[in-house]
C-alpha cells in the first residue's frame, strides 16, 4: 500500500491546468502535467483497501461506479509512491489497453467510489493513471508487440473508436490477421473527431493507431459498410465480424423551426472544427463558426461542454447552455451515497473559460426550449424557452411542468443540439440482418454473439450511449468471445479474472 497514514497527511492535489483565458487563444490541451514529485504524494493518499471499491465496475443507481476495466488502481498507486514506474506501467496495460485516452476523458467513476472519497478527497486516480502511460511513451517503454505467430484467421471489424481498436489489439495479440474498416477519413471513431484537442490532442490518438499499425493491425479508412462494401462480401472474407459502430444517431429536437439555418447537431459541429483543424488549421473554411454570434447549447453534458469550449475558441459573441435537471448540489445527498457516482456540482474545463471571459456561469438551469425563430432568408435569430419545474406524480415517479409566466426569448445564431444519442445508425444492423431490440444490436453481455452466425457487436453499438472504459471493456470481451468461437478455446483474459 502507500504511505500508512499518507490520506490523513497529504492532501488531494489537483491537475494543473493553464490559465483559462490563455488557453482560449489554441487548441492544445488544457491541462499540464504533474512532476514525479507530485505524483509519488498522491500515489501515498491510496490505502489499498481490504475491498478496492475504485474497481468494482458496475452500475448503482444507473450509473458507472467503480472502473469498468477493473484496472489495478492500488498495485500502480504504491509502485508509483515507490517511484517504480515501469513496473506501474507493466501493472496498468494488464488491464486498458489505452491508457492515454481514460487518463484524459474518462469521468473517473474509479474516484467516485474511492473509499477515502467517504470523508476526504479521493485518490488522484486518473491524473496518476495518465502520468504513468505518458511516461511509457516518453521513457521509450512501449514498443510494437509483434506476434510470434498467426493462426491463419481474419477478423474484420467495424468501427475504429475505443471498443473497435481495444478489440482489434486484442485479436491481434492472439494471432488472428484483423483489419479495422472506418468510414471516416482517419481512424479513432469519436476519439479522433468527437472529442475537441484540447481534451485529447490528436497525435495521441494517432500514435495508438500508429502502434497497432505496427503490431500488423490493418486499417481501411474511407470505407462504409454497406455501401462501398457489403455485409455478405465481409462475411464471405472473414472468418469472424465484429461491429464496433458506436452509437452515432443523434437524438434530435423536434420543435417548431427546427429547420432554420444556424440549428446543428453537436456532433456535427464538433466533427468539422476537429477535421478542419488537421486538415487545414482551419483555413479551409469547411466547419461551422462560430465567430461573432450568440450561441446557446441545448444539453448539459460532456459533449455540451465540448461544444462550450470550441465555440469560445471561435470567438463567440456569447453561449449560453440550457439543461434539462436542476442544478446539482455541491456535496452528495442522502439519495446518492457513496459508492455512487457522485452527482454533485462542478465547473468543467469549459465552464471555467466561459467563466473567466464571461465573468459568470453561464449555465441556465431547468430549462425547455420551445421553438427556434428564423427571419425572412431562413436563418435563426432567436430561440424561445420556458422554466420548468421538477416534481412528482402521484406514483412517486418524477415529471417536469412548465412555469406560467416564465416565457422568455433569447437572441440565437447558433444553436447546437447536444442531448445525447438514439444508439447505432440502423441501416449497417439492418443489412447483417442482425436483430435489433430498444434501437440496439441484440447481443447477449459476455457472449456478445448476434443471430447471424460469426457476427458479433460491442461497445456502445450493443449497449447505447456510454463511456469509453465500458467501451474498452467491450472490446476486450468481444476478443475472447471470437477468440473461443474460432479456436474453441482462448488464452485471452476476461475482464473480470483479472
Known amino acids: 500500500m502507500g504511505k500508512a497514514t499518507g490520506f490523513m497527511e497529504i492532501k488531494r492535489e489537483e491537475a494543473v491546468e493553464r490559465d483559462p483565458i490563455e488557453r482560449l487563444k489554441d487548441w492544445k490541451e488544457y491541462s499540464a502535467p504533474f512532476s514525479d514529485e507530485v505524483m509519488s504524494r498522491q500515489g501515498a493518499r491510496c490505502m489499498d483497501c481490504g475491498t478496492p471499491f475504485c474497481h468494482i465496475g458496475m452500475e448503482i443507481g444507473g450509473a458507472t461506479s467503480g472502473c469498468p476495466v ?110 479495422v474498416y472506418e468510414r471516416a477519413d482517419r481512424a479513432g471513431g469519436l476519439l479522433m473527431y468527437g472529442i475537441p484537442n484540447m481534451k485529447l490532442e490528436k497525435d495521441v490518438v494517432q500514435r495508438r493507431i500508429d502502434l497497432l499499425q505496427q503490431e500488423g493491425v490493418e486499417f481501411i479508412l474511407n470505407t462504409e459498410v454497406g455501401k462501398d462494401i457489403s455485409a455478405e462480401a465481409l462475411k464471405e472474407q472473414y472468418d469472424s465480424v465484429i461491429v464496433c459502430t458506436g452509437a452515432q444517431k443523434q437524438r434530435n429536437l423536434v420543435i417548431e423551426g427546427r429547420e432554420a439555418d444556424g440549428v446543428h447537431f453537436a456532433m456535427d459541429y464538433l466533427t468539422t472544427a476537429t477535421q478542419s483543424l488537421l486538415d487545414s488549421n482551419f483555413e479551409d473554411n469547411n466547419y461551422i463558426d462560430a465567430k461573432g454570434k450568440d450561441v446557446i447549447v441545448i444539453g448539459g453534458g460532456d459533449t455540451g461542454a465540448d461544444c462550450i469550449a470550441t465555440a469560445l475558441r471561435q470567438g463567440a459573441n456569447s453561449v449560453t447552455q440550457f439543461g434539462k435537471h436542476p442544478q446539482l448540489p455541491l456535496a452528495r445527498t442522502s439519495d446518492n451515497m457513496w459508492p455512487e457516482y457522485p452527482q454533485v456540482f462542478a465547473l468543467e474545463y469549459a465552464h471555467k473559460e466561459a467563466k473567466a471571459k464571461y465573468g459568470e456561469d453561464i449555465r441556465q438551469y431547468c430549462i425547455q426550449t420551445k421553438k427556434f ?126
Open 70 to 179: 477493473y484496472n489495478l488502481i492500488p498495485e500502480w498507486n504504491d509502485l508509483v509512491y515507490k517511484g517504480k514506474w515501469k513496473e506501474a506501467l507493466e501493472r496498468l496495460l494488464k488491464t486498458n489497453n489505452f491508457p492515454e485516452f481514460t487518463g484524459r476523458v474518462c469521468p473517473a467513476p474509479c474516484e467516485g467510489s474511492c473509499t477515502v472519497a467517504i470523508s476526504d478527497p479521493a485518490v488522484a486516480i486518473k491524473n496518476i493513471e495518465q502520468a504513468i502511460i505518458d511516461k511509457g511513451f516518453e521513457n521509450g517503454w512501449i514498443t510494437p508487440r509483434i506476434p510470434e505467430e498467426r493462426t491463419g484467421k481474419k477478423i474484420a471489424i467495424i468501427g475504429s473508436g475505443p471498443a473497435g481498436m481495444a478489440s482489434a489489439d486484442q485479436l491481434n495479440q492472439a494471432g488472428h490477421s484483423v483489419t
Open 373 to 498: 425563430v428564423a427571419d425572412e432568408n431562413g436563418k435563426l435569430i432567436e430561440l424561445h424557452t420556458v422554466e420548468m419545474k421538477k416534481t412528482r406524480d402521484e406514483n412517486g415517479m418524477f415529471v417536469y411542468e412548465e412555469v406560467p409566466g416564465t416565457e422568455k426569448v433569447w437572441p440565437a445564431h447558433l444553436v447546437l443540439i447536444a442531448i445525447g444519442f438514439e444508439g447505432p445508425e440502423q441501416p449497417l444492423l439492418k443489412e447483417f440482418g442482425i436483430n435489433i431490440v430498444n434501437r440496439r444490436a441484440e447481443a447477449e453481455y459476455g457472449k456478445f454473439t448476434t443471430n447471424v452466425d460469426g457476427v458479433f457487436a460491442a461497445g456502445d453499438a450493443r449497449r447505447g450511449q456510454s463511456l469509453i472504459v465500458w467501451a474498452i471493456n467491450e472490446g476486450r470481451e468481444v476478443a475472447y468471445a471470437v477468440d473461443e468461437y474460432l479456436m474453441g478455446t482462448t488464452a485471452l483474459p476476461t475482464v473480470a479474472s483479472m
